[in-house]
């Protein structure tokens, strides 16, 4: 069974830092694109962040470029998110997903986790 | 990086058939056959229903269907029940590596 389990979120302040983690489990984690797709309070979804495979290219929404960076650890079978120079419109619940193929649909989802950017 | 074009709402009462719109452009929805639709329950995360507009994954039942017709894709539930209330959203990939979203359409049931 596919199960993917983010963590690292919580409340910080305009300007700080977060490291979002999600453990992957019940496939061959090595072998699959992987995305960060977050979800604003009562807003609708929106993708984040990709990474191929083997950690070689990474692909970013404008609006975070600069600031995030997604890296995965495949012995570990770990996503990352490292989210710097947080703004208040970063508030968002942020999901893990495994991705189907360089087309990169999501197929299956974490349960997300919340970050909060908040003084 | 626009999002996808979806009707804020849609409601149908059990047994019937409603259908979801998802508008884009030739760059995402109109040039790729990679869109995908999502079901979403409150607080839940979202699962999927359709990949590469008209697959469904197993396990999804047969009432969800999915089309393409230029750069609109379409989203079709029939014989409606009362766990089909949910949002929904579209998805496709947009060229260079990046996939962009609907904005949602909320689905209620009568």
């Known amino acids: 069974e596919v199960q993917l389990v983010e963590s690292g979120g919580g409340l910080v302040q305009p300007g700080g830092s977060l490291r979002l983690s999600c453990a992957a489990s019940?496939?061959?984690?090595?072998?699959?694109?992987m995305s960060w797709v977050r979800q604003a309070p009562g807003k609708g979804l929106e993708w984040v962040a990709n990474i191929k495979q083997d950690g070689s290219e990474k692909y970013y929404v404008d609006s975070v470029k600069g600031r995030f960076t997604i890296s995965r650890d495949n012995a570990k079978n770990s996503l990352y998110l490292q989210m710097n120079s947080l703004r208040a419109e970063d508030t968002a619940v942020y999901y893990c997903?495994?991705?189907?193929?360089?087309?990169?649909?999501?197929?299956?989802w974490g349960q997300g986790t919340l970050v909060t950017v908040s003084s | 990086q626009s999002a996808l074009t979806q009707p804020r709402s849609v409601s149908g009462s059990p047994g019937q058939s409603v259908t979801i719109s998802c508008t884009g452009t030739s760059s995402d929805v109109g040039g790729y056959n990679y869109v995908s639709w999502y079901q979403q329950h409150p607080g839940k995360a979202p699962k999927l229903m359709i990949y590469?507009?008209?697959k469904r994954p197993s396990g999804v039942p047969d009432r969800f269907s999915g089309s393409k017709s230029g750069n609109t894709a379409s989203l079709t539930i029939s014989g409606l029940q009362a766990e089909d209330e949910a949002d929904y959203y579209c998805?496709?990939?947009?060229?260079?590596?990046?996939?962009?979203f609907g904005g949602g359409t909320k689905l209620t049931v009568l």
């Open positions: 019940g496939f061959t984690f090595s072998s699959y694109w």
């Open positions: 998805c496709s990939y947009a060229g260079s590596y990046i996939v962009v």
């Open positions: 997903a495994r991705v189907l193929g360089w087309w990169l649909t999501p197929d299956y």
């Open positions: 590469d507009v008209s």
